[in-house]
């Protein structure tokens, strides 16, 4: 629950609904007064954070726990060319050895395509590890993932896709200069926006790490850029990546036909363009749609912004066009991806209790749970009904 009356009934916590079994939400910013205490340099950007986490119990989700960050302007001035980023610290080993943090190793990994049954994910991960696996103690390997972030498929104002453009290592105390940390605001934009991915360090050591991705050409004042992100872990590097694929699954959630329109989200063009735009492509895997537009239309354009990860789908994962609902969007109508979902059982059928029967208590229901399909996969995979009894329940007083 945000802690605010959203809908200024006067009533607090009853206005939004939970994405997760558990859910975790603050906010913060960068020019409180103790900020520029402790780092003199400092100079606020005047940006205000919404953190949100996001945490599932079933045994498919609970490797990993979602955050969803919303980054607010609410300066004056106009930020340019930015870039968002995380630093991590991972220590890995039993937390009874001396220095156990001393023998970690970090890497990083693209994965183009990865195949699923729900459909295809690509996904870019930094981790940590133990190096030598503490004779078994720590076989497990701890990553950060960029699940989401604001795009533009055009590339003009944001990324076209999601990626980690930058991602760093570092360990002992060497200066900036030398490969170390950096220390001041100067230094991390440096690194931040350096679109460089080093080196995997294997060396056993304790080491931090940094990942980015950008630029986003502008931020005015009043408006929010998006990001989602993922600490994922797993039995070795194979086990945090299928984690991992379970964690970009969950985020990638479903598409609905919100608009009602069936002339919206068809043929795989899902993104909307809205001018005036110059340049535009339509679809850059059809050779009819591949030349480049003008758009001056306040009404949206559809385009198939991501035709090339389809393509890759179809190659690797051995889809068909029979299979577009698994790999493509923007098929069927559906124009809107709502993130953050994951299969539930369907929902309670409505009941009536007949209470004044001859032979005792007669229950009965209708088949609305048989007649909803599954909200991530869209099949009706109803399985039937159980029936509780309480033995000598009474009704507790109020």
Request: aromatic letters at 12%; hydrophobic letters at 35%.
């Amino acid at each position: 629950l945000n802690g605010y009356d959203d809908d200024g009934d006067g009533l607090i916590d009853e206005d939004f609904a939970a994405i997760s079994k558990q859910m975790f939400s603050c906010q913060y910013t960068d020019d409180q007064p103790i900020a520029s205490q402790i780092y003199p340099e400092h100079n606020p950007l005047h940006i205000h954070v919404r953190q949100e986490s996001y945490q599932w119990e079933e045994d498919r989700f609970d490797d990993f726990v979602g955050v969803n960050f919303w980054i607010t302007n609410i300066g004056t001035d106009v930020l340019e060319d930015l870039y968002i980023g995380f630093f991590a610290d991972g220590d890995a080993g039993p937390r009874d050895q001396d220095n156990y943090w001393e023998d970690d190793a970090t890497g990083f990994v693209r994965v183009p395509v990865r195949c699923t049954n729900l459909g295809p994910v690509s996904m870019d991960i930094a981790y940590t590890y133990d190096a030598d696996g503490d004779e078994g103690k720590t076989t497990g390997y701890f990553g950060v993932m960029f699940l989401g972030h604001t795009t533009d498929p055009t590339g003009e104002t944001a990324p076209e896709r999601v990626s980690i453009s930058t991602y760093a290592n570092f360990s002992g105390q060497a200066s900036f200069e030398e490969g170390g940390d950096p220390t001041n605001d100067f230094e991390r934009y440096e690194l931040l926006s350096s679109k460089t991915i080093e080196r995997d360090a294997t060396v056993p050591r304790d080491y931090r790490m940094l990942m980015a991705a950008g630029p986003f050409k502008t931020l005015l004042p009043g408006s929010t850029l998006v990001f989602q992100t993922a600490f994922v872990v797993g039995p070795g590097r194979n086990g945090m990546i299928n984690n991992a694929t379970g964690a970009q699954l969950t985020f990638n959630g479903a598409w609905f036909d919100v608009d009602q329109n069936k002339l919206t989200g068809i043929a795989g063009r899902e993104t909307p363009v809205y001018g005036p735009a110059t340049g535009v492509v339509i679809d850059s895997c059809k050779a009819e749609l591949a030349n480049p537009v003008d758009w001056n239309s306040r009404d949206p354009l559809y385009i198939n912004a991501d035709c090339k990860q389809e393509e890759l789908a179809m190659l690797v994962c051995g889809f068909t066009l029979e299979d577009s609902l698994k790999f493509m969007t923007g098929v069927g109508g559906a124009e809107t991806q709502i993130h953050w979902i994951v299969g539930t059982a369907p929902p309670p059928p409505n009941v009536r209790v007949d209470d004044h029967a001859a032979d005792g208590l007669v229950i009965y229901w209708d088949n609305f749970s048989e007649v909803i399909p599954d909200v991530k996969t869209q099949e009706f995979d109803f399985e039937g009904y159980r029936i509780w009894r309480a033995d000598d329940w009474h009704r507790p007083l109020g």
